[in-house]
């Protein structure tokens, strides 16, 4: 299963970090991604990953504002949020696919698991 950290509440402009460790397997060599789920809406693939390449996704809405990164010895997942804004406001959850299809991933919202989230709030 996943923990995940790092959620919280933010003023505008602000950063946040979250992480996902996984336990009992490995995210290695297939596509780790990050997701959100705004109240009334639909979830939205933030970014992904495919960890045998590095090769990233990032959904418009965040380009040039979040980072995902690997630390595979740790099996952990991590996404940087910076510049955050009112919008980014939702339940962020991390998820895998045991694909190398990373975009698709994120695009299609294709999952095999995914975490119970944690709450990103951006508010002043």
């Known amino acids: 299963h996943f923990v995940e950290s790092g959620g919280g509440l933010v003023q505008p402009g602000g950063s946040l970090k979250l992480s996902c460790k996984a336990s009992?397997?490995?995210?290695?060599?297939?596509?780790v991604g990050w997701f959100r789920q705004a109240p009334g809406k639909g979830p939205e693939g933030v970014s992904c990953?495919?960890?045998?390449?590095?090769?990233?996704y990032y959904a418009d809405s965040v380009k040039g504002r979040f980072t995902i990164s690997m630390d595979n010895a740790k099996n952990t997942a991590n996404l940087q949020m910076d510049a955050l804004e009112p919008e980014d406001t939702a339940v962020y959850y991390c998820?895998?696919?045991?694909?190398?299809?990373?975009?698709?991933?994120?695009?299609?919202?294709?999952?095999?698991?995914r975490g119970q989230g944690t709450q990103v709030t951006v508010s002043s």
């Open positions: 990953i495919n960890t045998r390449d590095g090769k990233t």
């Open positions: 009992g397997f490995t995210f290695g060599g297939y596509s």
């Open positions: 998820a895998f696919r045991a694909s190398r299809f990373h975009e698709r991933m994120c695009r299609n919202a294709d999952l095999d698991y």
